[in-house]
């Protein structure tokens, strides 16, 4: 007799994807997008519930030799271009009297011009197949199915195949353990997030203290990082050496104790910086700050890579976080469309260059941050910024 009632314990069969990337970030959408542009086709799965479930947020430099070779690769440097905010690469450094140390303007010459990292990443879903990334497809784990094939789990109960997952799920990737038991640490200092909005109408002070790209205002284990964004906005960085559990006041709701908790730390600095926290716009974010030990690396485990965060994650004294992701993204593309049938071959050559790279960064991060947050801060940074300019200087 036909068994006409399943077994529970009976599952449908899962779908199968050849390449499976977990993360609709922009090192994961830079890989499907550079795949596609060479007749390789990717499935994305992303936790948001769709592209405009939560802001993205927050300015991007985009760098010559990475974020931009990226781009090129993926077809859309001219559609970045029209992106980048004017002026945006201007810099200010001030101490904790709000005095400025260094001053740079945007003559529209440099090699990082700032980009909101929304519109970007709109731009690269934007050049995808419509269907290419699945929202709201939550991943809760993976496992091996031999060889070189993986199931994923998804938390909505259904699962997945694939020859080929990708980890490009960031920091607490549901990937990385299928190659490493590295998890991040936390750096000793955290951020606390926060907006001014309609600058140069309602705060003109601070529009003016910030000017038209970056400040940094730095003191012994603390300072602001703020920037301008394309609709007038001020976005600004706290950041504090505190414990880490300290973070978990902020997230209260209420603003003001927030608020106040925070200005506890700059009692003693200039009012025109304590203004920033006390006109801010909105809730108070508490974000700290986690890193992968510097060197990250595994093993060639067949069928499974990460990039991005998930495979490097470090702190954003390098600026290089997104830069790497789309760089990874995009060099990944590259490895598999020149070995078509040699995926593992691909995955090597892909790893060799990873490897090195990662870490020169994370270590550039993990110094800058000491750097930026010494005793004497801001001088040291300041000092760092002359070497350059007597290295610029010297080689024309």
Known sequence: MTDQHPRPDRHPEAEHHP?????????????????????????????????????????????????????????????FRALVLPGGEALRVLDRNAVVGRREE?????????????????????????????????VTGARPLGPGRHEVSLADGTRFTTDLLVGAD??????????????????????????????????????ELIGGGMLFALGAGKGFLAHREPDARLHVYAALTVPEEWSSGVGTGDTGAAKAALLEHFADWHPSLRALVADA??????????????????????GVTLLGDAAHLMSPFAGE?????MLDGAELALALAAHPDEQEKALAAYEQALFPRGESAAAESAANLVLCFSDTAPQPLLDQFARYDRLRDRTG
């Open 19 to 79: 390449i499976a990337v977990v993360g609709a970030g922009l090192g994961g959408l830079t890989l499907a997008r550079v795949l596609h542009a060479h007749g390789i086709e990717a499935a994305v799965f992303d936790l948001d519930a769709s592209a405009t479930a939560r802001p993205q947020g927050g300015m991007l430099d985009i760098h010559e030799d990475s974020g931009q070779v990226a781009l090129r690769a993926a077809g859309l440097y001219d559609e």
């Open 106 to 138: 945007d003559d529209g010459d440099g090699g990082r011009p700032e980009v909101e990292r929304g519109q970007l990443r709109d731009l690269l879903l934007g050049a995808l197949p419509e269907g290419t990334v699945r929202w709201g497809r939550k």
């Open 170 to 207: 960031g920091a607490w990737s549901r990937i990385r353990p299928l190659v490493s038991r590295d998890v991040p640490r936390y750096t000793g200092m955290s951020f606390v997030e926060f907006d001014l909005r309609d600058a140069d109408t309602r705060h003109r002070e601070a529009a």
């Open 281 to 302: 716009d909105g809730a108070l974010v508490a974000r700290p700050v986690h890193a992968l030990p510097v060197g990250h690396r595994w093993d060639r485990t067949p």
């Open 321 to 325: 976080g997104a830069n790497l992701a």
